[in-house]
């Protein structure tokens, strides 16, 4: 497997240098709006520490991360009143991975509404904020 690259937006985003609509952050983790959401309320959990996938990272910052992600996905749920979510992970490209930092997608389901395409259209920053807002209430 390749390994990991340090150069990419989610480690830009953990380093402040590109903004994100944060929704929860500890020493080891950051969660945060996807900006091309499938549903309202689309979450990414990404730990800190620098991985490419599921296969290269170490196995105690993932069952950390698989815990926070537990933990963001309650709020989620919470402030979208959402029926369902999914947890979705992709792994290399031909698996439809487009950052290759470790993350975990919160995607909320909604009953009788579709998704939309993955790393489709980029949602208004101002609902994604307002969104943000409301779940980090939730906690
Ligand atoms: P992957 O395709 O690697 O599983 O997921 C990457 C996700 O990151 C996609 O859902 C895409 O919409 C999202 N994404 C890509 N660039 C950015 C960005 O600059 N900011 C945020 N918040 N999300 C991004």
Do not use: W
Request: aromatic share 8%; with cysteine.
């Amino acid at each position: 497997m390749t390994a990991y690259d340090p150069d990419n937006i989610f480690t830009k985003i953990i380093e402040g240098e590109i903004p994100c609509h944060k929704v929860y952050e500890d020493n080891e983790t950051l969660a945060f709006m996807d900006i091309m959401p499938q549903s309202q309320g689309h979450t990414l959990v990404i730990p800190k520490s620098g991985s490419r996938n599921l296969l290269d990272a170490d196995p105690a910052v993932l069952a950390d991360l698989i815990q926070k992600t537990r933990t963001v996905a309650a709020a989620v749920m919470k402030a979208t009143g959402a029926d369902g979510f999914r947890i979705m992970q992709f792994n290399e490209a031909p698996a439809g991975q487009t950052v290759f930092h470790l993350h975990f997608h919160i995607i909320p389901i909604y009953e009788g509404v579709p998704l939309k395409p993955h790393a489709g259209e980029a949602a208004d920053h101002t609902a994604l904020g307002a969104l943000a807002a409301k779940i980090r209430g939730a906690f």
